[in-house]
């Protein structure tokens, strides 16, 4: 009995994702949607076993194979429908256990989407012959000579520092933190919206975590020096891996998320102490964040990860 209504609800669930697709595929206007279609497969890795999943992203891949084309095809189901498994699966986990990370999905979400575009990029550069990122460099190139043309019409100069090449080779320096971040926003959007439909259609609870209770996996300081480390070696060895772009990106993606949490701790206290009506320390942050704004965020993030000063980690960092 319990086959056949787990088979019922993968077969509703992943038929909804399947129109999805389709809608985006045939309706150009519609392509917002691109955003939603992991979300049913996200809820179908929540609510059914794993061989459902798995059944629903092979149906998935051929009906879109028959009525769209290969490379759409494995489009959908490597950017779109492994990520949304993945995150349907760790939320799975964390109903049956109460002491896992409350944003567990969201950081597996996030390596998943990367996972899911290095695939994608490599199958599309050997099988189909489409080197994604010199797509990616002529559209940016195409975009910086109009916005420069624009301005150059208006009146305004442009220096050499922001010709149309250098802001190419900036961008495609930044390319790891900018995937990063979309992989962020991509597994955000995922995670919320399963939720919010899980809760509207009653199928089950899921918990949303609370922005005040964000805190990164594991011990991100520790995590960050290791890394730094090996960078540093690799530089000494002289590997030639351009070391300092790696650097540069390593940094500004923990600088990011520790100043995520670092906000989240100064959510947190202030709500409490608003709930007080003790201003005092408040005033004494405001007046420390004024005057060292994201520096003194990120510190309070680092700080933050070591000691767990809101008492919110449902595991010890190792």
Not at 218 to 244: P, R
Not at 253 to 262: E, H
Not at 301 to 317: A, C, E, P, Q, W
Request: glycine letters at 4%; hydrophobic letters at 55%.
């Amino acid at each position: 009995m319990d086959n056949k209504i787990n088979l019922v609800k993968a077969s509703i669930i992943s038929s909804l994702g399947i129109i999805l697709s389709l809608l985006v595929a045939y309706v150009p206007m519609l392509s917002l949607f691109n955003l939603i279609i992991p979300v049913p497969y996200a809820i179908l890795g929540t609510v059914t076993d794993k061989k459902y999943s798995i059944i629903s992203f092979i149906a998935t891949f051929l009906i879109l194979l028959i009525l769209v084309n290969p490379i759409y095809s494995l489009s959908v189901c490597i950017m779109n429908i492994f990520p949304g498994l993945i995150i349907g699966s760790i939320a799975k986990k964390q109903i049956t256990d109460e002491n896992t990370n409350k944003f567990g999905p969201i950081y597996g979400g996030i390596v998943a989407v990367i996972i899911a575009t290095i695939i994608l990029f490599v199958i599309s550069n050997v099988f189909f012959k489409i080197n994604m990122l010199e797509d990616f460099r002529s559209m940016i190139k195409e975009t910086a000579k109009i916005q420069t043309s624009i301005l150059e019409n208006a009146g305004v100069s442009i220096g050499e520092e922001l010709s149309p090449d250098k802001i190419i080779d900036y961008i495609i320096n930044m390319l790891p933190t900018i995937l990063f971040l979309q992989a962020m926003i991509t597994s955000f959007i995922i995670y919320y919206l399963e939720i919010f439909f899980v809760h509207r259609i009653r199928i089950m609870n899921i918990k949303r975590p609370k922005f005040t209770e964000f805190y990164l996996p594991g011990n991100a300081v520790i995590a960050s020096l290791v890394l730094y480390i090996l960078v540093f070696f690799m530089e000494s060895i002289n590997i030639n891996l351009y070391t300092d772009l790696i650097m540069f990106n390593l940094q500004t993606i923990f600088s990011f998320m520790f100043i995520i949490q670092g906000i989240s701790v100064c959510f947190y206290y202030s709500r409490k102490w608003i709930k007080k009506g003790n201003f005092k320390p408040m005033l004494l942050w405001c007046l420390i964040l004024s005057l060292f704004g994201f520096v003194a965020v990120s510190f309070i993030g680092m700080l933050d990860s070591i000691n767990d000063f809101r008492k919110v980690k449902t595991y010890k960092s190792i």
